[in-house]
């Protein structure tokens, strides 16, 4: 078994379980810091090692353009190339259709790209999709999906649900295929992306869709772009309803900790988002208190540290009014500070989480963070 649970919390769907890969075993639930292009936005992987990030998430469409696979795969592969001692996943790169300046159009053969380096057409196929992320080396790999925008409609975003699942057969059978000479403890997990919206009936067909395809773990893609709190939940409880308990649930694009919590709670096991990082380098940090807007005048002169209640080396050693000024001036390291503080606040609240589960106190500690979050 690829996934073991090993507490469950009683009065909610929340658990704890070990998710083990060829690189080694990871603690569910878990957060992941995005790592686009092998680094977190102005961090590094020792501050990754310095804030217990288990695991990391990268762009294998960005990364297949530069450095390259090649490269990648010459050094020994993406744990090598950025020295990260956790878990790393790759993301196919299906979330790239959000933006205009690389996507084209797709069809059900795959995905045309438009590099940005240097403006050539690329065609992305589930086969080699899955190539290009073998050679990257990841722990666990992500299928090719059609990511459809909140705001299509129905019909559109069915259109989605179909490409997904033809795509996500083909991504199963070539995965498979290249590894098939592979030990299964050396080889890369594959975890399937479901889309459809917020519309139960097109998520029960790409849900079922997946079934039988017997992945590592199941994704839930397309969320985290402009949906309410209540639809997305309610397909959380869809999934849970249709699949393995076995098997990990991964709420892809979420970074918000009270929405981290409450999905934690209704049975998912992995998150990544840039939302933690954006927002600090924007000047919104996460706090004790909820989320202080840094970049107000009124913390100009504030001696204060971010947060009272942090235990984090920005908390310790830089003031707000700092830390304000290095952000108003664009300085990096102003942005390198409030990112570390906000994934620092997101790992601790995910500890704090598993000592609830372990306690049957999930609830409790939600509500404890109502106060603050909305």
């Not at 469950?8 to 658990?15: E, I, S």
Request: net charge positive.
């Amino acid at each position: 078994m690829t996934f073991k649970i090993t507490h469950k919390d009683k009065h909610t769907n929340a658990r704890i379980a070990i998710l083990k890969t060829k690189s080694g075993n990871i603690e569910t639930p878990f957060f992941m810091p995005i790592s686009t292009k092998a680094t977190p936005k102005f961090l590094n992987s020792k501050h990754l090692e310095q804030l217990n990030a288990k695991a990391t998430i990268s762009n294998a469409l960005i990364l297949s353009l530069r450095p390259g696979t090649k490269l990648i795969k010459k050094l020994g592969g993406i744990k090598q190339f950025m020295n990260f001692k956790g878990i790393n996943f790759t993301d196919s790169g299906g979330f790239q259709m959000y933006s205009p300046s690389i996507y084209i159009k797709s069809n059900l053969k795959g995905v045309h790209f438009r590099n940005p380096i240097s403006g050539e057409k690329i065609f992305m196929t589930p086969e080699n999709n899955m190539k290009i992320q073998l050679d990257i080396g990841s722990d666990v790999a992500m299928t090719l999906d059609e990511m459809p925008m909140y705001t299509h409609s129905k019909d559109q975003i069915k259109i989605a649900v179909e490409k997904t699942s033809l795509w996500a057969q083909r991504c199963k059978n070539e995965h498979d295929k290249l590894q098939k000479s592979l030990p299964k403890n050396k080889r890369q997990l594959l975890f399937g992306i479901t889309q459809g919206g917020k519309y139960k009936d097109l998520r029960t067909i790409s849900i079922t869709n997946h079934l039988n395809l017997n992945f590592d773990g199941h994704s839930i893609g397309g969320f985290g772009l402009g949906e309410t709190k209540q639809e997305e939940q309610n397909i959380i409880k869809l999934h849970k309803q249709l699949l393995s308990e076995n098997k990990p649930l991964y709420l892809m694009g979420i970074g918000d900790p009270l929405e981290i919590l409450e999905a934690i709670a209704l049975g998912c096991d992995c998150f990544d988002s840039r939302l933690p990082t954006q927002n600090a380098r924007r000047g919104t940090l996460f706090t004790s208190q909820g989320k202080l807007k840094l970049l107000n005048k009124k913390h100009e002169f504030s001696k204060l540290p971010i947060d009272k209640n942090c235990n984090c080396f920005v908390c310790k050693t830089y003031t707000r009014s700092y830390i304000r000024f290095l952000l108003k001036e664009q300085e990096p390291t102003g942005k390198a500070l409030a990112s570390y503080h906000n994934l620092h606040y997101l790992q601790q609240i995910i500890k704090e989480a598993k000592i609830a589960i372990k306690n049957n106190k999930l609830k409790q500690l939600i509500k404890k963070l109502k106060k603050y979050y909305k």
